[in-house]
C-alpha cells in the first residue's frame, strides 16, 4: 500500500465546536417550528453529542452511504429525527430544502427517521428501544463479519456501532433484552450513549424509572461512565474510552438538559414534543448570540464540514485501496463479500433443497430443519438462531461452514444463542440484515410471534430481507394448553403489509417455501411450521410440490365432471381437505382441492392463473384452516363455509383437542352435509 500519514479528522476549534452544537440545536428547533410539529427538546440537549460525535469520532463517507467500512450511528430516540437531520445536512446528506420540508408528505426529512427514505439514515426508529436493539444486531454482524472476512492484514471490517438514546429506550424492556444479550456477546464496538435528561412526556423520570441505570449495565457485563453530556471534552474522553474498551459494550450515561438554551423550556416536559413556540426560539437564538434566521448555517461551520467532506472521502479512499489490494492476495474471499453484500445467492444452491419421498410423516418444523441444514452448506451468509427453542425449532444451523454457536470472544459461527427474548431477537435479525453480508432467521413458537410482532412489522416497513419461523403453528400443539396454541395468529402475520406468511402443507412445499423466502430480496419472510407429523405428500397423484411458489395451487381436482365443490386450506389443514375430498366423492361429488401455502404470493399471480384455481362460478367454498377465520372473507364468498378456530384452544392430547374443535374429518363433514351440499 502507498505510504501517507495516517489520517485523521481535524477536530474543530472549541469555538467552531460550539458553534456546530448550536448550529444543530436551532436547526432542530427551527424544523419543528416550520412543521410546526415535532421533538425539540432531545435534540437541542443533545447538541454537544451529536457535535463530539460526528467531528472527532465518526467514520462515513456521504458520497456513498451503503460503504461497509463506515461506523453506523443509530438513533434510537427516533423522535429525536430533527437532531439526525441536522447532522446529515452538515454531513452532506441532506440539504436546508430538505429540513424545511420536515413531517411534510413526500420529503426525505419524515416524522420519525426512516431507512432507505433518507440517506444516512441505518434503521427505522420511532418505537423506542427499537433502534437501540437493532445496534446490537449490527454490532453482533460486524464481528461475525470480521471473523469471516478479515485476514492478518486486511481489515476489512473494522467498525463501531454507535447508539444515541434516551429515557425513554432505557425504560422499554426490549432494550434490556438486548443489552444482557450484548453483554453476554461482550460487543465491544458497540458504544451507547444516553441522553439522560431525566424528562420523558408525563413529566421527570423520577414518576416512574427509578433504579440505579449505571449498576444495571454493570450487572449485565458492560463498560459503564457517567459524564456531564454538555461538556465536550468530557464527551470526547468518553468516546475514547469506550473504543479503547474492546471486550465490553459500552455506555456513557450523559447527564442532559432537555431544550438547552430555551429561557424558558429547558428541562421541563413541555419541551419535549410540541414547538417551542416563536417567542421561545428568538430568546434562545438571542441569548446564544445567534441570528434571529431560521435555518441559519454560520460560514464557519460549512467551511469546516466542507474540509471534514474531504477528509472522509480521503478515508474511504483509504480503504478503497486496502480493498484493492485484500482483492488481489485474497481474490475469492474478497470476491464472496462482494457477493454477500450485493444480496445474489450463490449459483447452484439450489442444488441443496432436498426432495422427501412420499410416504413418510414429516413434521412440517423437521422438514425445515433438514432444508436449513442443505442450506448451511450452501448459502453460507445464512445466520440466526432461536430463542431458546433451537431444538423445538430444528433450526441449528450444523452442517456447512463454521455450524458453531457465536459467543464472547468467538464470532466464527453461523447460530446464536438469542436466550428467551423474541421481542429482542427481532430487532437484532433486523440489525443484522441492515448491517449487510447477512441473511438473518430467528425461530419460536408460533404463538410467541406476539412478543415480537414490532419488529417484524419493521422489518416489513425497511424491507429487510429476514426470516422468521415459527413452529408449533396451531392447535394441534395439544398438550401444553391454549396459552401454546396459535389462533389468531396466523391472521396476525397476514396483516402486516408486505410480509410473505408461508404455512407448507408437507416437507416438500417446505423446501419451496424456503426457496422462495431465500429468492425474496425486498421483504421479509414468516414460515408457519406444524409441531405434528404430516404425510408427504405423493406427488405422483397430487401436483407437483413446485407449484408452492405460486402461493396457490390446484393439489387434487376431478376431471370427469366439472367440480362443484372447492375445497382451499394450508398447511396441516390440506390434509384435512384431501380427507374431506374423498369423502365427498364416495357421495358422487365432484371436488377440486387447491393448496394454500402462501396468499399474498398468490395475489400477485396474473389474473388469469389465480381465476383457473378459484373459479368465480365454482361458490360451494370450502376453506380449512386452524386459525380465525379473518383474511379469508373474499375467498370464502357468501356460499361458502370456513372451518377453523374461533376461540382460543385447550389443553389435552393433539388429536381430542382437534376432535372436541371440530378439525377432523367427520366433524367437517357434518358441516359440509349440513349445508346441503
Ligand atoms: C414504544 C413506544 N412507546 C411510546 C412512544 C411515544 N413516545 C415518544 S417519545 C416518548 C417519551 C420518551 O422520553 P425520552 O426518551 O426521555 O425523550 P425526551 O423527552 O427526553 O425527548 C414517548 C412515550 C414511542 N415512540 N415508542
Ligand atoms: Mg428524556
Redesign the pocket.
Known amino acids: 500500500m502507498p505510504e501517507r500519514p495516517p489520517l485523521v479528522l481535524q477536530p474543530p476549534s472549541r469555538e467552531t465546536a460550539q458553534k456546530i452544537a448550536d448550529t444543530l440545536r436551532f436547526l432542530a428547533a427551527d424544523q419543528v417550528q416550520k412543521a410546526n410539529s415535532g421533538?425539540p427538546?432531545?435534540p437541542m440537549g443533545s447538541a454537544e453529542i451529536a457535535t463530539v460525535l460526528m467531528t472527532k469520532h465518526l467514520r462515513i463517507d456521504p458520497k456513498d452511504d451503503k460503504w461497509l467500512g463506515r461506523d453506523r450511528f443509530v438513533l434510537s430516540?427516533?423522535?429525536?429525527g430533527t437532531l439526525l437531520y441536522g447532522m446529515l445536512h452538515l454531513q452532506g446528506f441532506l440539504t436546508i430544502e430538505d429540513l424545511q420540508g420536515f413531517r411534510q408528505l413526500g420529503t426525505r426529512t419524515p416524522g420519525h427517521p426512516e431507512a432507505g427514505e433518507t440517506p444516512g439514515v441505518e434503521a427505522s426508529t420511532?418505537?423506542?428501544?427499537a433502534g437501540f436493539a437493532m445496534a446490537v444486531g449490527m454490532a453482533a454482524a460486524e464481528r461475525m463479519a470480521a471473523e469471516l472476512y478479515n485476514t492478518p492484514k486486511f481489515d476489512i471490517v473494522d467498525h463501531h456501532t454507535y447508539v444515541l438514546t434516551?429515557?425513554?429506550?432505557q425504560e422499554?424492556g426490549v432494550v434490556y433484552e438486548a443489552a444482557s444479550l450484548a453483554g453476554t456477546l461482550g460487543l465491544g464496538r458497540l458504544i451507547v450513549i444516553y441522553?439522560r435528561?431525566k424528562?420523558?412526556?408525563e413529566g421527570s423520570?423520577d414518576l416512574s424509572f427509578t433504579e440505579n441505570v449505571a449498576k444495571r449495565y454493570e450487572a449485565m457485563h458492560w463498560h459503564v461512565q457517567e459524564i456531564d453530556g454538555h461538556d465536550m471534552d468530557a464527551i470526547d474522553a468518553a468516546l475514547i474510552l469506550a473504543k479503547e474498551e474492546k471486550t465490553r459494550p459500552s455506555i456513557i450515561i450523559a447527564r442532559t438538559t432537555?431544550a438547552k438554551g430555551a429561557p424558558k423550556k429547558a428541562g421541563s416536559a413541555s419541551a419535549?414534543?410540541e414547538p417551542l413556540g416563536a417567542d421561545e426560539v428568538a430568546a434562545a437564538k438571542a441569548a446564544a448570540r445567534w441570528p434571529a434566521e431560521s435555518f441559519f448555517v454560520p460560514k464557519e461551520v460549512a467551511d469546516y464540514f466542507d474540509i471534514r467532506r474531504g477528509e472522509w472521502m480521503a478515508m474511504r479512499q483509504e480503504w478503497n485501496e486496502m480493498f484493492a489490494a485484500y482483492d488481489k492476495k485474497h481474490h475469492a474471499t474478497a470476491r464472496e463479500l462482494l457477493r454477500v453484500l450485493s444480496g445474489e445467492l450463490p449459483k447452484q444452491w439450489k442444488h441443496s433443497l432436498p426432495e422427501f419421498p412420499a410416504g413418510k410423516a414429516v413434521a412440517t418444523r423437521a422438514a425445515g430443519g433438514t432444508v436449513m441444514n442443505g442450506l448451511g452448506e450452501a448459502v453460507p451468509e445464512l445466520v440466526g438462531g432461536a430463542a431458546d427453542l433451537a431444538p423445538s425449532t430444528k433450526t441449528e444451523i450444523k452442517s456447512g461452514a463454521n455450524p458453531e454457536f457465536i459467543g464472547k470472544g468467538m464470532f466464527l459461527g453461523r447460530n446464536i444463542h438469542f436466550g428467551v427474548r423474541e421481542h429482542a431477537m427481532g430487532w437484532f435479525t433486523n440489525g443484522m440484515a441492515l448491517h449487510g453480508g447477512f441473511i438473518p432467521f430467528s425461530a419460536t413458537f408460533m404463538v410467541f410471534h406476539d412478543y415480537m410482532r414490532p419488529a417484524v412489522r419493521l422489518a416489513s416497513m425497511m424491507k429487510l430481507r429476514n426470516i422468521f419461523v415459527y413452529t408449533h403453528d396451531s392447535i394441534m400443539v395439544g398438550e401444553d394448553g391454549p396459552t401454546h396454541e396459535p389462533v389468531e395468529q396466523l391472521a396476525a402475520l397476514r396483516t402486516i403489509p408486505g410480509l410473505n406468511v408461508w404455512r407448507p402443507a408437507d416437507a416438500n412445499e417446505t423446501a419451496f417455501a424456503w426457496q422462495a423466502m431465500l429468492e425474496r430480496k425486498d421483504g421479509p419472510s414468516a414460515i408457519c411450521l406444524s409441531r405434528q407429523n404430516l404425510p408427504v405428500l405423493d406427488r405422483t397423484k397430487f401436483a407437483a410440490a413446485r407449484e408452492t411458489l405460486k402461493g396457490m395451487y390446484i393439489l387434487d381436482t376431478d376431471t370427469e365432471k366439472s367440480p362443484e365443490i372447492l375445497i382451499i386450506a394450508s398447511g396441516s389443514d390440506v390434509h384435512l381437505a384431501v380427507g374431506v375430498a374423498g369423502e365427498l366423492r364416495k357421495q358422487g361429488k365432484a371436488v377440486r382441492v387447491v393448496s394454500a401455502p402462501c396468499l399474498e404470493v398468490f395475489r400477485t399471480q396474473a389474473e388469469g392463473y389465480r381465476k383457473k384455481v378459484l373459479p368465480k362460478r365454482m361458490k360451494k367454498r370450502l376453506v380449512i384452516e386452524s386459525g380465525i377465520a379473518q383474511g379469508w372473507e373474499g375467498i370464502v364468498g357468501d356460499s361458502g363455509i370456513f372451518v377453523g378456530v374461533t376461540d382460543f384452544g385447550l389443553s389435552g392430547k393433539a388429536e381430542a383437542v382437534a376432535e372436541k374443535l371440530g378439525m377432523t374429518v367427520p366433524k367437517i363433514m357434518e358441516r359440509v352435509n349440513g349445508e346441503g351440499w
Open positions: 421533538h427538546g432531545m430516540a427516533g423522535h429525536a420511532g418505537p423506542l428501544g434516551g429515557d425513554g429506550c422499554e441522553d435528561n424528562i420523558q412526556i423520570t432537555i419535549h414534543g
